[in-house]
């Protein structure tokens, strides 16, 4: 039976990956999306978690593959690492997606949240040098579009993570990225539909902390810089 539903899956998928190509060369942006995600969705249910590893490189390198396609991609990608049955393969996906966003502006966004979900597994498992080199490869100060709480929470775990290997000096570059002033700012105020040609502001996700716990949380750290 499993034989038989991984015949069929394959089937679905190849159906799926042509009507892909015909939609891609079209240049249509909504059905290139919408083939790209159902392979996605199929692989998820049918719980093939390399098949899906699989497509998700397939598809972002295939002959002028829109953007649309590879951000609502990775976005649904994303919403499966939760999902996955053990760490290993939940490691491996978010590795998958962190090589396809790696240098695509578009997605900048979520391959900063893919790499403090990784650097997250690798503390936990007492690899806090490397979860702190892995937070250190992304600069969010130049991301437009992220939500001004959700940069400062990014810098904020760089600059934990820093102090936690005793790397003052780095940690005391990364402080400096955020302004004491920004924690008076009035957050609603961001712009959220900005003028055509300007970067679109993000919501923050639900687990960023507030600005009033932002500037809680950078001045207990640099207590712990500033204490022998």
């Given at each position: 039976?499993?034989m ?10 190849e159906q ?8 891609r060369l079209a240049?249509d942006?909504?059905?290139t999306?919408?083939a790209v995600?159902?392979i996605?969705?199929m692989c998820f249910?049918a719980?093939?978690?390399k098949t899906?590893n699989d497509?998700?490189?397939?598809l ?7 953007k ?10 994303m919403?499966?690492?939760?999902e996955t ?6 490691i491996e996906l978010i590795k998958?997606l962190n090589s396809v966003s790696?240098?695509k502006?578009y997605?900048?966004?979520?391959r900063?949240?893919l790499i403090?979900?990784?650097a997250k597994?690798?503390e ?7 979860a702190?080199?892995l ?7 130049t991301?437009?579009?992220?939500a001004?709480t ?5 810098i904020?775990?760089?600059v934990?993570?820093c102090?936690d290997?005793?790397d003052?000096v ?7 990225k ?6 008076d ?5 961001e712009?959220?539909k900005?003028?055509e040609?300007?970067?679109v502001?993000?919501e923050a996700?639900?687990?960023?902390p ?5 500037k ?12 022998p």
């Amino acid at each position: 039976m499993a034989m038989e539903n991984a015949g069929n899956l394959e089937a679905a998928i190849e159906q799926l990956l042509n009507a892909e190509k015909q939609a891609r060369l079209a240049g249509d942006v909504a059905a290139t999306r919408n083939a790209v995600t159902e392979i996605l969705r199929m692989c998820f249910e049918a719980r093939a978690w390399k098949t899906l590893n699989d497509q998700i490189v397939l598809l972002s390198k295939r002959r002028g593959q829109l953007k649309q396609a590879v951000t609502a991609m990775v976005q649904q990608a994303m919403q499966y690492i939760d999902e996955t049955p053990d760490l290993e393969t939940r490691i491996e996906l978010i590795k998958i997606l962190n090589s396809v966003s790696a240098g695509k502006i578009y997605v900048e966004i979520e391959r900063a949240r893919l790499i403090k979900k990784l650097a997250k597994i690798k503390e936990g498992q007492g690899l806090i040098a490397e979860a702190a080199d892995l937070m250190q490869e992304i600069a969010v100060e130049t991301f437009g579009a992220m939500a001004k709480t959700e940069k400062i929470a990014f810098i904020l775990e760089q600059v934990r993570l820093c102090l936690d290997r005793q790397d003052y000096v780095r940690a005391q570059i990364l402080s400096r990225k955020i302004s004491t002033r920004v924690f008076d700012a009035d957050v609603s105020k961001e712009k959220k539909k900005p003028k055509e040609g300007d970067n679109v502001v993000e919501e923050a996700p639900v687990d960023i902390p507030s600005l009033p716990e932002l500037k809680r949380i950078y001045y207990e750290l640099m207590i712990r810089y500033y204490s022998p």
